[in-house]
């Protein structure tokens, strides 16, 4: 029982990571971004190259992982997602669906369409029983960089200068220009963090998730309902709606597998029906 | 009329000349070639299966000349994208247009069965060289199976696991068309040998962890469990299962050999060994058929390694070209087909032959072992069961 309660909470902050950039650049930026799953599936693909290729080690990935979807984040932003912000929803997804289906005819291009297998260091690998609860090693060490993150990220948002100017940015774009706050640059800026942290996401959950070209359509829903469900107002409704529904997701295959992934989607629209700007939304908008 | 004009009629005149005489040496040579319609997923989530095949099929050429009963052998390979309405359509074409006495390749199922109303209506022979669910062959009395049944794979599966001693087993399919399939016929099998399947679970196809899956398989208890999952992610149940410690607990995984696919099997890392199935080809065969096969396949093909859909299509253009030299270069369809039948042949997977009653293959399916060799992982093999027939046809015909 605390087994699976505990597999559902590392499978939780795997969510919140992949998709708290999501809730960043829809939430905060308000641009649909559906490619994001895209730069998880870059910084996924980011790993196993460094790794099968160059043999570099697994953690030492991760950082590479981040640092490159992030940069090609940045460069995208600059050049092709700056273009769309002052245009409707519709637009935007349309520009960027058009963005994950170029990624992953591209990614199937290069690296072929088999799922690539990631390969743990041995200190990752295995399990160990804290009174009676089988706890895996990787999966503690994703609540463990998962969590560290979303407390980062939280305070980085509510506490220094940074966070405030980006909150001004979001609530009134012409008035935090006026008070000369570089909106473009914090945008941007924004957006490259955003992408990082799913090349991170991607990176990680390469071992749980799998990893082939189809990634980023595969996980859109999940990052999506994680989105609605949390509300966009901060990224604690992201943190717990990941984790609800990443304990919800497991305990309904280990309890119910005939009713399967279904569990979620009951979850999502309860919620929805209840609280429908999501759990923790901010009122009036 | 000015000399350019000239030089331009003239240059027309020759240029028309060439082109006729093209024509009729290629109208010439056209009687001697027999042209094979190759439709594959080359690109889209099964591409794996089509580079597989269209690697093989040109080593078979290189490997055996272009040349049969005295034709000369042409293949025309078709990208369908893994989806049937496009492999309907440029099946079509190939018999229409590009007139094909052999229709090859069908990677998935619904590509194969797509496919099947123009092969009975055009009397074209459709060879299934991967598609593997068992009543392919009964859709058009002009398939001929060069790949595998999942049955024939699964059925000894059950037969191994009784065989072992193994009475309690849990199976975790894949929830689609194949994963059914194999619940079923293992199931069914199992059950018949006096054992116990005690939890049937079926993972959804876009599922992001078997993390709760197995966790079921570890408060079941039971002597082992039969995985089939799409190709590609066995790697990933087999990381979960012993990260679990499940393969401490003393229960058993096995599968069929869609589980350690050669294609992948040396990139799954070194949790996979000691992992047993049940297949009709293993890369490490000792035949010199096999050896000969794998090292011409790997010279050509740097950094891969032929799977069971590679020896699919090979074995697929073996049968065109004995059928061709037993019908003596004749390219009526059903002649081809009635040449087909009962041939047999030492593939690089072993001894293989058609049925004559189901156009199926007729093979031997192993039992293997992944094993660590110089460094690299193979699925060794360990027994045989010789010449099993697809049991789901086998058993209508009992009827």
């Known amino acids: 029982m605390l087994t699976i309660l505990f597999d559902g909470v590392s499978t939780g902050m795997l969510l919140f990571v992949l998709a708290c950039g999501l809730a960043v650049t829809l939430g905060l930026m308000n641009f649909v971004n559906l490619a994001h799953g895209a730069f998880a599936m870059v910084g996924g693909y980011v790993t196993v190259i460094a790794m099968q290729r160059f043999g570099v080690p697994f953690l030492a990935t991760l950082p590479l992982a981040f640092v490159i979807a992030a940069a090609i984040g940045l460069v995208l932003e600059r050049t092709l997602y700056v273009h769309m912000y002052g245009r409707n929803h519709l637009d935007q997804v349309l520009f960027s669906i058009g963005l994950v289906f170029m990624a992953m005819a591209g990614m199937d291009w290069f690296m072929g369409s088999s799922p690539q297998n990631v390969l743990l260091p041995e200190a990752l690998k295995g399990r160990f029983d804290v009174g009676g609860v089988g706890i895996g090693r990787y999966r503690l060490f994703l609540v463990v960089v998962c969590g560290i993150l979303a407390v980062a990220l939280q305070l980085v948002l509510s506490k220094t200068r940074f966070g405030s100017r980006l909150r001004a940015a979001v609530d009134d774009q012409r008035v935090a220009r006026g008070l000369g706050i570089g909106v473009q640059t914090i945008f941007a800026l924004t957006f490259a963090v955003g992408s990082g942290l799913a090349g991170l996401g991607g990176a990680l959950g390469a071992e749980i998730l799998g990893l082939d070209p189809s990634f980023p359509v595969k996980y859109m829903i999940f990052f999506l309902i994680v989105v609605t469900v949390g509300g966009t107002s901060s990224i604690v409704g992201p943190f717990v709606a990941a984790l609800l529904l990443g304990i919800a997701d497991v305990a309904g295959k280990y309890y119910v597998p005939s009713l399967g992934s279904f569990v979620i989607y009951a979850l999502m629209i309860a919620v929805l029906i209840v609280r429908p700007n999501g759990l923790f939304a901010r009122p009036g908008r | ?399």
């Open chain 2, 1 to 399: 009329m000015t000399f350019s004009q000239i030089t331009r009629r003239s240059a027309l005149t020759g240029i028309s000349v060439a082109a006729l005489t093209l024509i009729t040496s290629v109208a010439a040579s056209a009687e001697d070639v027999v042209k094979v319609g190759l439709i594959l997923p080359m690109t889209g989530p099964s591409a794996s299966t089509g580079r597989q095949i269209d690697q093989a099929v040109k080593l078979y050429q290189a490997m055996n000349g272009t040349k049969a009963g005295g034709k000369t052998v042409e293949v025309i390979v078709k990208d369908d994208t893994g989806v049937a309405d496009v492999t309907k359509r440029i099946a079509q074409e190939l018999v229409v247009n590009d007139k094909v006495s052999v229709l090859a390749g069908f990677g998935l199922t619904p590509l194969a069965l797509a496919t099947a109303p123009i092969s009975t209506q055009a009397k074209v022979p459709q060879i299934v060289m991967a598609a593997a669910t068992a009543t392919i062959t009964e859709a058009s009395p002009y398939i001929v199976r060069t790949s595998f049944t999942l049955p024939q794979a699964t059925v000894p599966a059950a037969n191994l696991a009784t065989k072992n001693g193994w009475k309690k087993v849990v199976t975790l399919v894949s929830d689609y068309g194949p994963g059914i399939d194999a619940e079923k016929a293992f199931g069914e099998q199992f059950t018949k040998n006096g054992g116990a399947v005690s939890a049937a679970l079926r993972v959804p196809l876009k599922n992001p962890d078997f993390a709760p899956f197995l966790q079921r398989v570890a408060d079941d208890k039971p002597d082992a469990v039969f995985v089939f999952v799409p190709s590609g992610f066995g790697a990933l149940v087999v990381k979960q299962f012993v990260e679990r410690g499940l393969d401490k607990s003393g229960i058993k995984l096995f599968g069929t050999g869609d589980l350690p696919d050669d294609d992948q099997l040396d990139g799954m890392g070194d949790v996979v060994i000691g992992l047993i199935s049940t297949h009709h080809y293993s890369a490490a065969h000792p035949s010199p058929e096999n050896k000969a096969f794998v090292a011409a396949y790997q010279k050509a093909n740097p950094g891969q390694r032929p799977n069971f859909m590679a020896v699919g299509g090979f074995d697929g253009m073996a049968l065109i070209y004995k059928a061709l030299e037993k019908t003596k270069g004749e390219t009526d369809g059903t002649k081809l087909v009635e040449a087909m039948k009962g041939l047999s042949w030492v593939s690089p997977r072993g001894p293989m032959s058609i049925d004559p009653d189901t156009r199926d293959v007729i093979q031997n399916i192993y039992v293997r072992k992944v094993e660590k060799v110089d460094g690299h992982l193979w699925n060794i093999e360990t027994e045989a069961f010789e010449k099993v027939k697809d049991p789901v046809k086998a058993a209508k015909m009992a009827k």
